[in-house]
Nanobody, 122 residues
Framework: QLQLVESGGGSVQPGGSLRLSCAASGFTLNYYAIGWFRQAPGKEREGVSCISASGGSTNYADSVKGRFTISRDNAKNTVYLQMNSLRPEDTAAYYC???????????????WGQGTQVTVSS
């Protein structure tokens, strides 16, 4: 069974940091681009960041650029999202997903995790 599992979410104060992990089970990540997405209650799912299969290119939503960093360790079959300077508007369920390449169409991503909750509040 092919699975992605997110971890590392939690509750933090504004300005705090979290590191999310996306681990693969049943397949290797080295041939896949991995994207991070988030969805707040009542809102559409949106792309946060994506990293190419090789790790040679990354992209970020304007809302998180300069604060979040995506990286991958293919030896550990894991992709990370370092989240710094967190804001209340970052509150959402965060998901990772795999595709052949980073692209704008969310439905093109083939494999999804269950999500991990991030809550930023005073």
């Amino acid at each position: 069974q092919l699975q992605l599992v997110e971890s590392g979410g939690g509750s933090v104060q504004p300005g705090g940091s979290l590191r999310l992990s996306c681990a693969a089970s049943g397949f290797t990540l080295n041939y896949y681009a991995i994207g991070w997405f988030r969805q707040a209650p009542g809102k559409e799912r949106e792309g946060v960041s994506c990293i190419s299969a090789s790790g040679g290119s990354t992209n970020y939503a304007d809302s998180v650029k300069g604060r979040f960093t995506i990286s991958r360790d293919n030896a550990k079959n894991t992709v990370y999202l370092q989240m710094n300077s967190l804001r209340p508007e970052d509150t959402a369920a965060y998901y990772c997903a795999a595709d052949l390449a980073c692209g704008p169409v969310i439905s093109e991503f083939d494999y999804w995790g269950q999500g991990t909750q991030v809550t930023v509040s005073s």
